[in-house]
């Protein structure tokens, strides 16, 4: 096989490319989450199931909009989870599956919930098999399908939270990224771990919100702007790489 045409080795990989894109990811993922939270937001009427249901039938181009806006962040987001896969692997190819897998699962958990806002839509309509509800009726459902959406969403955020915390580990251990970075990964992650009780993560999400956002800030500064010590990391990787095979 001629050297064009032969895979590359971990080694020969641009790390600091792989961080600015996984940088640019996280960034996409963090506005755009942040986009449709705030178009759902404005749709939603606290404890009025009639005043949800008005504010859907006249604006419910905004909550496709929204859901358009979330498929697309959880897009970036599992392109984010692959990157960062890659990018650690060579501290620990056993962690960084699992850091990913999670992740991996904590967007599946969250596309589920994201399609709970396809129903109101759907269940408000003038369908023919929907006549037999009464208007209260279809107005109730279509404002629970928006309160599982949430609490799917919090459900996720564990898996990501997990995730968060094996990556800070793994940086942690890294010789290619400084500490402070893992640090703050574990700390945002064990945050969204709140969600393992829904009622106290509820109550404190704001707090958990603002540190996971803090968390993904301080990520995307450094991976964008410093990368990886490119040195450090070839180094890394080629040990692994030997150890692999030996």
């Not at 759902?40 to 606290?46: E, F, K, Y």
């Not at 006249?58 to 987001?77: I, P, T």
């Not at 003038?126 to 959406?149: D, F, S």
């Not at 803090?214 to 450090?232: D, M, P, Q």
């Amino acid at each position: 096989m001629t050297p064009s045409l032969s895979r590359k080795s971990p080694t020969e990989r641009s790390p600091r490319g792989m961080a600015r894109l996984a940088g640019a990811l996280l960034l996409l993922t963090v506005v755009l989450g942040g986009a449709g939270q705030s178009l759902q937001g404005q749709l939603l009427v606290v404890g009025d199931p009639a005043g949800t249901a008005r504010h859907l039938g006249d604006h419910s181009g905004r909550l496709w909009l929204a859901f358009a806006a979330y498929m697309v962040e959880l897009s970036c987001q599992l392109g984010f989870t692959v990157v960062v896969y890659q990018l650690l692997r060579p501290v620990s190819r056993t962690g960084s599956a699992l850091a990913a897998c999670f992740g991996i699962l904590g967007i599946v958990v969250k596309v589920v919930g994201r399609c709970c806002l396809i129903f109101p839509t759907l269940v408000l309509g003038n369908a023919n098999h929907l006549t037999a509800l009464a208007a209260e009726q279809r107005e109730l459902l279509a404002y629970l399908a928006l309160g599982m959406n949430a609490d799917i969403a919090g459900v996720a955020t564990v898996f990501f939270g997990l995730s968060a915390m094996i990556s800070g580990y793994l940086i942690l251990r890294s010789t290619f990224l400084p500490s402070f970075l893992g640090v703050v990964g574990i700390i945002a992650g064990a945050g969204w771990l709140a969600f393992l009780n829904p009622p106290f993560g509820l109550r404190w999400s704001s707090c958990v919100v603002a540190l996971g956002v803090l968390g993904a800030l301080v990520k995307i500064l450094w991976f964008t702007i410093f990368g990886v010590r490119e040195e450090e990391w070839r180094e890394t990787a080629r040990r692994a790489q030997e150890v692999l095979w030996a």
